[in-house]
Every structure is written in structure tokens, then in C-alpha cells.
């Protein structure tokens, strides 16, 4: 495809279930981003991936949150004993460290939903 | 420790005015600012950008302006048109780092 993907669209689960949220980024980028937004929110930083080294992971929230990437492609993050704090849209964004101003791509992002 | 700030969470301007939207920013090694806009139930897209070279850069209704010396830049919309209603957010990275972004401005164009 010619954009990010993100799988599934939406997600409801009960509380202290475990959910793993998925990104396809567009081909080639070598940086991933992922964000989350609460209601009425802005952009919260969770993680970032930058090719294949370390990633940047100052943003997650707890030790419940973790995410994967191998290489340059698909990334994966997993919320395990879900709380009802984590609803929220999930959105994951790559980029080109080429591109001069590292302009970001964004998925339509994940409505997770914790009953 | 929000190094992007937008400190208005909302605007609103009428029809064919002037939409003027500010952020801060505390870290003096960004080198470019992007600002992005998002409509509900999507994701944000890409809107214009400035380098750290210049102090303005202007793309149709769009112009941003930066000032270094006050660490402040601000997205200028005119004429507004309604459906530049939407949230808009105002980033910064170094290059080649990670962006940050700011909590965001929900504009409201009144027709």
C-alpha cells in the first residue's frame, strides 16, 4: 500500500486483558513512531524506532506497554493487563531519515477501547 | 517537560479572517518545525514546514513564521475557510532525531 496501515481499526477488550496493536509502515522508512491521544488530547509520545538501532522508548507509560520492530518493518505494540487509562487512539507514524525535514506519515490509528 | 508548547487548546475565527495559531519551544537545537492538521477519526497529515535557516515559508493560504531569538513560531491561515476547522499540532526535531510534538490548537472557522 502507499501509506502506514494499522490493524485492527478498532479494539474493545476487557480490563486486564492483553491486546497487541499492529503497524505497517510505508516501505522504506526507516523511522516509526508511536503515539497515543486520549480524548480531548494532543499527541503523547510512546516509542521510537530509527532503523536498527536502540529504540527510544521514554514515552511508555508502564512497564505493561512494550513494542517491537524488526528491521525496517512492521511494528507491533502490546498493552498487556489492559486498564480502562489505556482507552484511547493509538496511531503509529513513519518517516524517511532522508527526507530533510523528516516529515512524518501517519496510520488512521487504533481506537482501543477497555471495558 | 513539554519542550513544544501550544498554549491555546482552541480558536476560533470567522470565515474568511485571519487564523493565527502560536507555539514555544524550549530546546535551541531544533532545526526544522512542521505543523500538522488532523480531522476527527483521522490521522494527521503533514501541513508546512520551516528550517531553522529561515523565518518564514509560505505555501498558498499557509505561511509560518519563526523567531529564533524568542524560541516562537506561528502558523498563519488566510483567508479561513471553514473546512480548515480541525486540530492542529506544531512539532520539532534536530534532524535525523525524534520529532516532538505539541498537545495541539482545535481551530474553529466560523462560516
Known amino acids: 500500500g502507499a501509506g502506514v496501515s494499522q490493524s485492527p481499526s478498532n479494539k474493545v477488550t476487557e480490563k486486564g486483558k492483553d491486546v497487541e496493536l499492529r503497524c505497517d509502515p510505508i516501505?522504506?522508512?526507516?523511522?516509526l513512531y508511536w503515539y497515543r491521544q486520549r480524548l480531548g488530547q494532543g499527541l503523547e509520545f510512546l516509542i521510537y524506532?530509527?532503523?536498527?538501532?536502540?529504540?527510544?522508548k521514554s514515552g511508555l507509560p508502564s512497564d505493561r506497554f512494550s513494542a517491537e520492530r524488526t528491521g525496517e518493518s512492521v511494528s507491533t505494540l502490546t498493552i498487556q493487563r489492559t486498564q480502562q487509562e489505556d482507552s484511547a487512539v493509538y496511531l503509529c507514524?513513519?518517516?524517511?531519515?532522508?527526507?530533510?525535514?523528516?516529515?512524518?506519515?501517519f496510520g488512521p490509528g487504533t481506537r482501543l477501547l477497555v471495558l | 517537560d513539554q519542550q513544544v508548547k501550544q498554549n491555546s487548546p482552541s480558536l476560533s475565527v470567522q470565515e474568511g479572517r485571519i487564523s493565527i495559531l502560536n507555539c514555544d519551544y524550549t530546546n535551541s537545537m531544533f532545526d526544522y518545525f512542521l505543523w500538522y492538521k488532523k480531522y476527527p477519526a483521522e490521522g494527521p497529515t503533514f501541513l508546512i514546514s520551516?528550517?531553522?535557516?529561515?523565518d518564514k515559508n509560505e505555501d498558498g493560504r499557509f505561511t509560518v513564521f519563526l523567531n529564533k531569538s524568542a524560541k516562537h513560531l506561528s502558523l498563519h491561515i488566510v483567508p479561513s475557510q471553514p473546512g480548515d476547522s480541525a486540530v492542529y499540532f506544531c512539532a520539532a526535531n534536530t534532524g535525523g532525531f525524534k520529532t516532538i510534538f505539541g498537545a495541539g490548537t482545535r481551530l474553529f472557522v466560523k462560516a
Open positions: 516501505s522504506g522508512h526507516t523511522a
Open positions: 520551516i528550517s531553522s535557516i529561515k
Open positions: 507514524a513513519s518517516s524517511s531519515r532522508w527526507a530533510e525535514q523528516e516529515t512524518q506519515y
Open positions: 524506532f530509527q532503523g536498527n538501532s536502540a529504540p527510544d
